[in-house]
T-cell receptor
Framework: GQSLEQPSEVTAVEGAIVQINCTYQ??????LSWYQQHDGGAPTFLSY????GLEETGRFSSFLSRSDSYGYLLLQELQMKDSASYFC????????????FGTGTRLQVFP | DAGITQSPRHKVTETGTPVTLRCHQT?????MYWYRQDPGHGLRLIHY???????DKGEVSDGYSVSRSKTEDFLLTLESATSSQTSVYFC????????????????FGPGTRLLVL
C-alpha cells in the first residue's frame, strides 16, 4: 500500500519555529510537496522537494531525505495566519503525475 | 490564479439521486483531477483526466463516474448518491512551474460541499 504519516496536530506560539514531519511509503517517488489549507478553503501549494536537501521560501523551508523516506516542513517566525492544516504529498509516477496526500497536520498558533 | 471554478458550491441531496458536479478551468490545462476530502483521510483521488475523453480511476472511484468532452470542463457524477459520499469535493489542475523546480504542481478549485441525506 501507499501511506504518508504526519502528526495530527501541532501547537505553537507566535514568533516560534515549528517543524512538521512526514514519513512515506509509496510505490515510486518523484518528489515531496507541501500544501496549506485554511479552514473552509482550498489546499494551496507551498513547496516541493525533488532532491535531497533543504528548500527555502521565505519563512517556510522544506527538507527531504529520500534514503530515509522522510521530509519536513519548517515554519519560522510563526504568525497567527499560519494556523491551518498542512499536508505532505508524494508525487508518484503514473499515466500522469499523481499525488498521494497525507492525512494532514493541524497547526494552531497562539498569541 | 489557475482560473478554476466549481459548481455548485454547496448541495444537499437525497440518497439514491444522481448528482453532477462541474469543474471549469480557463487556462487550457491538460490534466484535471477530482478529490474528496474527509476528516482523518486527507485528500483522496477519485478520478483524473489527462485529456479530452481520456480519464482514469483514482483510489476511491467506486460509485463515481467522470466525463471530459471539452478541455475546460471536467464533470464528476455520483450515479446514485449515498450518505457515505457526503464530503467536500475538490477539483484540481496541474501545471509545471518554477516554484516546484519544473515539477507538476496542483492547483485546487474552491470545493463543493455535498450533503447526502
Amino acid at each position: 500500500g501507499q501511506s504518508l504519516e504526519q502528526p495530527s496536530e501541532v501547537t505553537a506560539v507566535e514568533g516560534a519555529i515549528v517543524q512538521i514531519n512526514c514519513t512515506y511509503q509509496t510505490s515510486g517517488f518523484y518528489g515531496l510537496s507541501w500544501y496549506q489549507q485554511h479552514d473552509g478553503g482550498a489546499p494551496t501549494f507551498l513547496s516541493y522537494n525533488g532532491l535531497d536537501g533543504l528548500e527555502e521560501t521565505g519563512r517556510f523551508s522544506s527538507f527531504l531525505s529520500r534514503s530515509d523516506s522522510y521530509g519536513y516542513l519548517l515554519l519560522q517566525e510563526l504568525q497567527m495566519k499560519d494556523s491551518a492544516s498542512y499536508f505532505c504529498a508524494v508525487r508518484v509516477p503514473y499515466n500522469t503525475d499523481k499525488l498521494i496526500f497525507g492525512t494532514g497536520t493541524r497547526l494552531q498558533v497562539f498569541p | 490564479d489557475a482560473g478554476i471554478t466549481q459548481s455548485p458550491r454547496h448541495k444537499v441531496t437525497e440518497t439514491g439521486t444522481p448528482v453532477t458536479l462541474r469543474c471549469h478551468q480557463t487556462e487550457n490545462h491538460r490534466y484535471m483531477y477530482w478529490y474528496r476530502q474527509d476528516p482523518g483521510h486527507g485528500l483522496r483521488l477519485i478520478h483524473y483526466s489527462y485529456g479530452v475523453k481520456d480519464t482514469d480511476k483514482g483510489e476511491v472511484s467506486d460509485g463515481y463516474s467522470v466525463s471530459r468532452s471539452k478541455t475546460e470542463d471536467f464533470l464528476l457524477t455520483l450515479e446514485s448518491a449515498t450518505s457515505s459520499q457526503t464530503s467536500v469535493y475538490f477539483c484540481a489542475i496541474s501545471e509545471r512551474g518554477p516554484l516546484s523546480g519544473g515539477a507538476e504542481t496542483q492547483y485546487f478549485g474552491p470545493g463543493t460541499r455535498l450533503l447526502v441525506l
